[in-house]
């Protein structure tokens, strides 16, 4: 059964600083993974899908990376701003069902000014 | 841009009532997906529906059922809520192949 893990569940910087959140999943057989971000009491806004052929993706200050033999991906953030403060979340896609997505708990990250 | 868009941010319900969320999508998506969220538990998957009239249970589809009558709708029905259903709703869409999920911006039911 696969299980999706997010490490540390909550993570607090000063701004300016770059940070990465952790993504592990025990199975490696996916079709993708998807990062999502969550700001309070609103829903899941999507950041990044990295199919299971990808190594990495990129949007703006965000790269996530893939490593899916080793059942682990990550979110890096660049120059973390108050803005960036939320709840980020990852999914995989397992393989041969109808799309169902496995979530982790998340991490919710705070940025001080 | 993608929209997904939840019929209401705020429900309150009593116990006992038959209840209706519902969700809509402008993407011409084939598949649409109810989820839960619970402190302490994450998202969970109530339903899923890959076409019109077709639906899937997903983890925890006791208490609730399905409708999709048309492709851009997919509704959430309680068929009478209990305390326990009292949960952050959220619906989401997405094509078919190997592509991108999307969420509407939830529903806080609170059943009382």
């Known amino acids: 059964k696969q299980e999706v893990t997010q490490i540390p569940a909550a993570l607090s910087v000063p701004e300016g600083e770059n940070l990465v959140l952790n993504c592990s999943f025990t199975?490696?057989?996916?079709?993708?993974l998807q990062w999502f971000r969550q700001d309070p009491g609103k829903g899941l806004t999507s950041l990044l899908l990295?199919?299971?052929?990808?190594r990495e993706q990129t949007s703006g200050r965000l790269n996530a990376s893939l490593d899916k033999s080793s059942g682990r991906s990550t979110l890096y953030i660049a120059a973390s701003q108050p803005g960036d403060s939320a709840t980020y979340l990852c999914a995989v896609r397992p393989s041969g069902n109808t799309g169902k997505l496995i979530f982790g708990q998340g991490t919710t990250l705070q940025v001080k000014p | 841009d993608v929209k997904v868009t939840q019929s209401s941010r705020y429900l309150v319900k009593r116990t006992g009532e038959k209840v209706f969320l519902e969700c809509v999508q402008d993407?011409?998506?084939?598949?649409m997906f109810w989820y839960r969220q619970d402190p302490g538990l994450g998202l969970r998957l109530i339903y899923f529906?890959?076409?019109?009239?077709?639906?899937e249970k997903g983890d925890i589809p006791e208490g609730y059922s399905v409708s999709r009558e048309k492709k851009e709708r997919f509704s959430l029905i309680l068929e009478s809520a209990s305390t326990n259903q009292t949960s952050m709703y959220l619906c989401a869409s997405r094509s078919d192949g190997v592509t991108e999920a999307f969420f509407g911006q939830g529903t806080r039911l609170t059943v009382v």
């Open positions: 990295i199919q299971s052929s990808q």
């Open positions: 199975d490696s057989a996916i079709y993708n």
């Open positions: 993407m011409d998506h084939e598949n």
């Open positions: 529906s890959y076409d019109v009239k077709m639906k």
